[in-house]
């Protein structure tokens, strides 16, 4: 059986349409979805020498009988026919979460919310659960145009090998082409490949990098699409900033997909500063894949 889609509820409006969302890519895989609130105290609004959650203090039956009903009955009308599955798991969100994702498929979450998710994306709360999480993990922020093509953030490492996969199977399973974004500038690591001190290195060759960017980007399209040939794929190469080229591009996608982690990063961190800025700001869903441990 397919591993479940999971999604993080609070009642708010945003987790609301992260339900809509996670009902459909339930729907496009042909998995269950399980609907989860973590029923306990935030970070820092623990009461001093109390328990990590308290029924009686947050109302568990009305949250039971209210916002997850809610819940539900959106997913069936978003989503008719997915089998759905709801649970109210006592402990801090992120931890929640975090262990509900071992067995999904896929976690989504809105970008904002209330009581256990609150402040999702104003602080390290998503970057621990896109960091840390062992699925991949969509957060549903923007206007996403539903005709736009799925994004992909080219950016040649390792671990943004598992992100090009994911974005060509969600390509297909949505029937949308897939856009393949690289984006360089003169301060590429690979400018600096040839002989020489790099820090003293003044002048660039630039035909030569826009060569090895463009061989870049074409292995890592090639490397996939021989297992999708039902994907239309454009290989779009384009030299600016990074992050403000991949956000000012989520403006036509109805999804943005990128790995956790990029070239220019420092060992030991999960998740790129890249990553983090499209999960404040792209125009569309983002979906952060790690790679593999």
Known sequence: MTDPVIVGVDGSASSLEAVDAAAREARLREAPLRIVHAFGHTP???PAGGPPWSPAARGLEPMVEGA??????RAHAAAPGVVVTRSVVAGEALEVMEIESRSASLAVVGSRGLSGFSGLLLGSTAVHLAAHGRCPLMVVRGRPDPAGAVLLAVDGSEAGGAAVGFAFAEAALRGAPLVALHVWNTWSERAYKGPGDPINAMVVDIERLREAEQRLLDETVAAC???FPQ????RRLERSRIRPALIEASRDAQLL???ARGHGGFTGLLL?????????HAHCPVTVVRGQE
Do not use: P
């Open 68 to 73: 997850l009903a809610a819940a539900e009955e």
């Open 231 to 234: 994907v239309r794929v454009e």
């Open 272 to 280: 790129g500063s890249v990553s983090q800025a499209l999960l404040h």
């Open 44 to 46: 820092g609004h623990r």
């Open 257 to 259: 997909v990128v790995g």
């Open 225 to 227: 699409r021989k297992n």
